[in-house]
């Protein structure tokens, strides 16, 4: 791990004194000329490298902690799963058919022990043919599930966006960026305050299974009555299109002077979004087990720890859970009960998954639990904390009352907040 003591290094005569971000470089500059790198670690890496064009990459935006890194986990053996391109073809629909099979081949689902397919497997459903547009739509590439159809999308959106900024861009903005919180010592320090589990309240306005939970949503408002109530910390949906979230809503939470550390919950598929999402004064971020492959979660984790980021790894069941106890500096998993799939909330999913050797094992390496998801009265909080989970994501029960955030006396059974719990 001594290669993440990101800035360590004395700086070089003539040279600016490494930060935590010197290795963001922009192309073009000294680094760009060094040698031309595979495309793993530069993408991986969220480099920001217009695909498809990985050879003429260079390491030029993030050497040399983010290399380092990059090699030494899963980078230098295999492109990512994030970043592999997939179905990216706007040719004819021969070149496609033939596109659509390459791609069947590299399906990455299953591969990984991942549960969803990162890409339509068999192209994109769109074709063009000059000015036509048409669709073409088979198994392949009809999404299963909502999670499936939120992670193509996202990974389109990202591509864009990483066109639009790429990481070099950023270097300015993470370094403006108000300093990283503890997110995991907010969440310890509550659960020793309270003796009840943490509180991650959810600034969450709508979401796919539910619909708009709250019309009059002001973010800030939210947030802050949140803080004044007890919560730990605050999880702040930035997905748009399908929880008509946003970073401007977490930037402006920040920026209003709220103290908890914020959770950026968003949909994570490619590096560069921890970059992105701590530019915007992210203190963690969410990373999805049934989204991301082993070597990108362990990749990830080290960069949240370059960026001071905590990260919470959210699994939904055993297989998942099991992946997750096996990959080390994890100190947050959080259990979904919500099940993406069909979008049942079952909150003895928790208990399931915190039973016998794998409970055993969570004390050993003192992670903390999470529950998440479907929590509503103090009796669900109580199942949950006797599970043996030390802290709570929760949005929906709280953010459609009217008052949400003394909601969250009504949801713990008392009140939890420094006036009112010692
Ligand atoms: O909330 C959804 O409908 C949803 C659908 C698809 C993917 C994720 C989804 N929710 C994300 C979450 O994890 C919840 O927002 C969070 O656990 C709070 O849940 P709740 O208290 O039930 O609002």
New binding site residues.
């Given amino acids: 791990m001594e290669a993440l003591a990101v800035g360590s290094a004395p700086p070089r005569p003539g040279l600016a004194a490494p930060t935590r971000y010197s290795h963001l470089r922009r192309p073009g500059t000294l680094a760009a000329a060094r040698r031309p790198l595979a495309a793993a670690p530069m993408e991986a890496a969220g480099g920001g490298c217009p695909s498809p064009a990985p050879a003429r990459c260079t390491r030029a935006e993030t050497e040399p902690e983010v290399d380092e890194v990059a090699t030494s986990s899963h980078a230098a053996e295999a492109e990512p799963a994030g970043t592999t391109e997939q179905g990216d073809n706007n040719g004819s629909p021969v070149a496609d058919a033939a596109a659509a099979a390459a791609a069947a081949s590299t399906e990455i689902a299953g591969v990984d022990g991942i549960r969803i397919r990162r890409r339509p497997v068999t192209g994109p459903a769109v074709h063009y043919v000059g000015p036509f547009q048409f669709r073409l739509e088979n198994e392949g590439n009809t999404p299963r599930n ?2 499936e159809k ?1 992670v193509w999308d996202k990974d389109v959106e990202v591509s864009q966006m990483k066109e639009r900024r790429p990481l070099y861009m950023l270097k300015g903005p993470l370094e403006a960026a108000p300093p990283a919180r503890d997110f995991v010592g907010a969440l310890k320090a509550s659960y020793d305050r309270t003796g009840l589990p943490a509180l991650i309240a ?1 600034v ?1 306005k709508a ?4 619909g708009v939970l709250r019309e009059d949503f002001d973010p800030v408002l939210i947030a802050q009555a949140y803080e004044k109530n007890g919560a730990a910390c605050l ?1 702040v ?1 930035t997905n748009e299109k ?1 929880f008509q979230g946003s970073f401007n809503n977490l930037e402006a939470i920040r920026n209003a002077g709220v103290q908890c550390p914020l959770l950026c ?1 968003e949909f994570i598929v490619d590096a560069w979004q921890l970059y992105y999402a701590r530019s915007k004064g992210a203190d963690a971020v969410l990373l999805i087990a049934a989204v991301l492959p082993d070597r990108d979660i362990k990749y990830m984790l080290k960069i949240c720890k370059i960026l001071g980021m905590a990260a919470l790894v ?1 699994v939904h069941d055993e297989r998942e859970m099991d992946r997750v106890l096996g990959i080390d500096g994890v100190q947050l998993i959080g259990i ?1 009960n ?1 099940n ?1 799939e069909t ?1 049942e ?1 079952d909150i003895s999913n928790t208990k399931k998954l915190l039973e016998g050797e794998r409970g055993q094992k969570i004390a050993e390496k003192d992670v903390i639990v999470v529950g ?4 509503f009265t103090p009796d669900h909080i109580s199942f949950v904390q006797n599970a043996g989970v030390k802290a709570v ?5 709280l ?1 459609k009352q009217e008052d949400p955030g003394k909601a969250i006396a009504g949801l713990f059974g008392k009140d939890i907040s420094h006036a009112g719990a010692a």
Avoid: A, M, T
């Avoid at 979401?207 to 539910?210: C, G, T, V, W, Y």
């Fill in positions: 909502i999670l939120i959810e969450k979401s796919p299974s539910r999880s949906l399908y919950k959210e979904n919500r993406l979008f909330v998440e998801s479907g929590l994501l929760v949005g929906e029960s953010i």
